[in-house]
């Protein structure tokens, strides 16, 4: 879930059937279904979305962050595992796109050179600074690919939730 907090609780996945570890009831029935994932942010976050006030500057993110995304949902469908899909879309050389805003990452993010967003109407280097990151969270099985499981990619840090909240 793309969204501030979404993995900081347990409400947001049990809507989807898989729930908390710690719930002794409820975790016996969360391993009858099979490996099961759920990803989400640790908390709040303002990345680079808040970064400009221009509209050209605006567009050009959200569409660099679509490529973000889309390149997330592609590996995820070409059976990437969670880890590597996560990985990916994260790292900070990603051309065209704005990677995701994770604390391994740094605080500031410089994409000049590294990263051309492009943008309406013309191509644009941005760089970022003063960004506020989070943890993405995989809260079940990392190595979890679209068609199977990959025991190398699964519990792989800094994907793993803490106790109390896998």
Known sequence: MDGCGTASGWQWRSA????????????????????????????????????????????????????????????????????????NASAPNIPNAAPFPVPQNGKDYHFKGTATING?????DFVYTNTESSQIYVIGHSGLTRYSFTPSDDNVK???APVNIQ
């Not at 099961?36 to 605006?58: I, L």
């Not at 309406?120 to 644009?124: D, E, H, I, K, V």
Request: hydrophobic residues 40%; charged residues 10%; proline residues 5%.
């Open 120 to 124: 309406f109407p013309s191509n644009y």
């Open 16 to 87: 989807f059937g898989i729930y908390p570890l710690y719930l002794a009831s409820q975790s016996a029935a969360r391993y009858k279904l099979g490996a099961q994932a759920y990803v989400g942010w640790a908390g709040s976050f303002t990345g680079w979305f808040n970064e400009t006030d221009d509209p050209d500057d605006s567009v050009a993110t959200a569409e660099a962050y679509a490529n973000t995304l889309n390149i997330f949902y592609n590996q995820w469908m070409h059976n990437f595992t969670l880890t590597r899909c996560i990985a």
């Open 158 to 160: 800094p994907y793993v």
